[in-house]
Structure formats: C-alpha cells, structure tokens
C-alpha cells in the first residue's frame, strides 16, 4: 500500500484547509488509516485515526472540535477538514496505514510523503 497526502498550503488563522491521502495498493484485513502531523524539532503527534470499513474515528484533544477525518471509499482516498486553524498548527501532515486502529504512532505503516500547512497569524 502506497499512499501521498496533499492539500497543504497557506492559510490565515481561523481559516481552514482539507488535505486529502490518497492510497493505492489493496490492503489486506481490518485497515485504518491516521493522520499525524511533525513540527520543527518536535516528535510525529497523533491527530485523528478513522477505520476503513465501518468509518469509527478518534481525535487527538488537540483538534477534537476543529478537524474531521473521513474516507471516500470509492476514491480511495481519506480527507482531513482542518477548521478555526492556528498557528500552532503550523507543520509537516502525514498519513499512513495501519492494520488496526490506534491512536499511536508507532504501528502505522506505509508512509506517504508529507504536505505543509503553514498558518499566519
């Protein structure tokens, strides 16, 4: 499974942006797929998870609120609407797969290459 996110770009603080993972390869099994976002000399974090088949999602505190994940399953393809955006924001956004849902990083597989969100304030 190979999968690129896309849609960063610049926004303004309160605006709103919505990256897009788009995977390809068939996965085997129970598959989820997680967004995760790395600034500057700080650790990869957790944002939102969502399971492929049955849609179930978890949100990090830190966007729970602001950003929504969900999946079109005939694109192949996983979204991430980011709202009321904020400077802290600011980062490198990834996705990646994994063969079960959680909320840490480490399991998740088959990075795809990141895409910058940068908010002004």
């Known amino acids: 499974v190979q999968l690129q996110a896309s849609g960063g770009g610049l926004a303004q603080a309160g605006g709103s942006l919505r990256l897009s993972c788009a995977w390809s390869?068939?996965?085997?099994?129970?598959?989820?797929v997680g967004w995760f976002r790395q600034a500057p000399e700080k650790e990869r974090e957790f944002l939102a998870v969502?399971?492929?088949?049955?849609?179930?999602?978890y949100y990090a505190d830190s966007v729970k609120g602001r950003f929504t994940i969900s999946r079109d399953k005939s694109k192949n393809t996983v979204y991430l609407q980011m709202n009321s955006l904020k400077p802290e924001d600011t980062a490198v956004y990834y996705c990646?797969?994994?063969?079960?849902?959680?909320?840490?990083?480490?399991?998740?597989?088959?990075w795809g290459q990141g895409t910058l969100v940068t908010v002004s304030s």
């Open positions: 990646a797969a994994n063969n079960y849902i959680t909320t840490d990083v480490a399991p998740f597989q088959s």
């Open positions: 390869g068939r996965p085997s099994g129970t598959y989820a």
């Open positions: 969502i399971g492929w088949t049955g849609g179930r999602t």
